[in-house]
Nanobody, 127 residues
Framework: QVQLVESGGGLVQAGGSLRLSCAASGRTFSNYAMGWFRQAPGKEREFVAAISRSGGNPYYTDSVKGRFTIYRDNAKNTVYLQMNSLKPEDTAVYYC????????????????????WGQGTQVTVSL
């Protein structure tokens, strides 16, 4: 069992930045690939970014490439999502998730492949 707790959400103006954190506890953090997803009101949960167990192979959905950066600190059992140049369409609840089944260098973008989820943190981007 892994417990995930997100933090760092909030209200920011368009063009601003936020850094989300996801702290993990309960199991060896480095055994899990990590992902960030988001869900806006009335929409399905969508993939945002993922990173492999070792911290390599970060992967992003097209809409955030060049603006968001996912990275992890296995010594701190934490994965981060640095979000720059935020847009109103980035407004959503952001969730982190952990996947224990992918091989070490790989990631997955499918929500159903993730085993554990955090409770989410709200990000609101105003004009």
């Amino acid at each position: 069992q892994v417990q995930l707790v997100e933090s760092g959400g909030g209200l920011v103006q368009a063009g601003g930045s936020l850094r989300l954190s996801c702290a993990a506890s309960g199991r060896t953090f480095s055994n899990y690939a990590m992902g960030w997803f988001r869900q806006a009101p009335g929409k399905e949960r969508e993939f945002v970014a993922a990173i492999s167990r070792s911290g390599g192979n970060p992967y992003y959905t097209d809409s955030v490439k060049g603006r968001f950066t996912i990275y992890r600190d296995n010594a701190k059992n934490t994965v981060y999502l640095q979000m720059n140049s935020l847009k109103p369409e980035d407004t959503a609840v952001y969730y982190c998730a952990a996947d224990r089944r992918m091989p070490p260098a790989l990631i997955t973008t499918t929500p159903g492949n993730y085993d554990y989820w955090g409770q989410g943190t709200q990000v609101t981007v105003s004009l």
